[in-house]
C-alpha cells in the first residue's frame, strides 16, 4: 500500500476556502486518490476521488499534482458542518477488492 | 434513497461470549467491506464480500469472520470474544466497481466487551 502524509491538523474559518494536503509519493500508476471524511460519531464519508485529472464534485474539489505525488482536496467554502478528520487513501481497485488503508488523517476545525 | 443500515447500533457483550452484527448495503450495491475502528489503531479493513463470495480478508485472527447473503446484506461473527474487541464495526457498500463512485458507509455498531 502506498504510504500516505497528512498534516495532523488544520484550522478554518468559517466561509474561508481550505487546502488540505497530502502527500502520497509511493503511489502507483494506477492507484487513484480517493478522499473520505469522518464527522464526530459517524462512520467516513466520501468526498471526491481522481486519477490524474482535478476534479469538481458538489463537495470539493480535488487537485492532483502533475507527478502525482501529492494532492490537495479544496473546500471552497468551510461550514462548520465540514469539521471531521479528513483521509487521503490511494486506492488501487482492481485486487485491492474494497481495502482502503486509512492513515490518521487531518483533523479540520472550522471556527465560526 | 436508504444508506447502509447497521444493527444493533450499541452492544454491551462478556468476554468469550460471540456476536453477530448485520450489515444491509444500498439498494443495488453487491460489494460490501467491513472495517474495525478503535483509538488506538484507527481505521482497519476486516474483509470484503461481493456476490457472496469473499475477495479480500485484513489482518486479523480467525475468530472474525463473515458471510454475505443473496440479497447482497451481509453479517459478520466475533467468536470468543476479548476485551481488546471493544470497537466501532463498521461496514460499507459499493457497486463493485468503486471507481465510479466510492463506498457509502454505515454509521457503525458500538461493540464494548466487559
Known amino acids: 500500500d502506498a504510504k500516505t502524509t497528512q498534516p495532523n491538523s488544520m484550522e478554518s474559518n468559517e466561509e474561508e476556502p481550505v487546502h488540505l494536503p497530502c502527500n502520497h509519493s509511493?503511489?502507483?500508476?494506477?492507484?487513484?486518490i480517493h478522499w473520505y471524511r469522518q464527522l464526530p460519531s459517524q462512520g467516513p464519508e466520501y468526498v471526491i476521488h481522481?486519477?490524474?485529472s482535478n476534479v469538481n464534485n458538489r463537495m470539493a474539489s480535488l487537485a492532483i499534482a502533475e507527478d502525482r505525488k501529492s494532492s490537495t482536496l479544496i473546500l471552497h467554502r468551510a461550514t462548520l458542518r465540514d469539521a471531521a478528520v479528513y483521509y487521503c487513501?490511494?486506492?488501487?481497485?482492481?485486487?485491492?477488492?474494497?481495502?482502503?488503508?486509512f492513515g490518521q488523517g487531518t483533523i479540520l476545525t472550522v471556527h465560526p | 434513497k436508504a444508506g447502509v443500515t447497521q444493527t444493533p447500533r450499541y452492544l454491551i457483550k462478556t468476554r468469550g461470549q460471540q456476536v453477530t452484527l448485520s450489515c444491509s448495503p444500498i439498494s443495488g450495491h453487491r460489494s460490501v467491506s467491513w472495517y474495525q475502528q478503535t483509538p488506538g489503531q484507527g481505521l482497519q479493513f476486516l474483509f470484503e464480500y461481493f456476490s457472496e463470495t469473499q475477495r479480500n480478508k485484513g489482518n486479523f485472527p480467525g475468530r472474525f469472520s463473515g458471510r454475505q447473503f443473496s440479497n447482497s446484506r451481509s453479517e459478520m461473527n466475533v467468536s470468543t470474544l476479548e476485551l481488546g474487541d471493544s470497537a466501532l464495526y463498521l461496514c460499507?457498500?459499493?457497486?463493485?466497481?468503486?471507481?465510479?463512485?466510492?463506498?457509502?458507509f454505515g454509521s457503525g455498531t458500538r461493540l464494548t466487551v466487559v
Open positions: 460499507a457498500s459499493s457497486l463493485g466497481t468503486v471507481h465510479l463512485s466510492g463506498y457509502t
Open positions: 509511493t503511489i502507483s500508476g494506477t492507484d487513484y
Open positions: 481522481g486519477l490524474t
Open positions: 487513501i490511494p486506492y488501487a481497485g482492481g485486487t485491492s477488492y474494497g481495502k482502503l488503508t
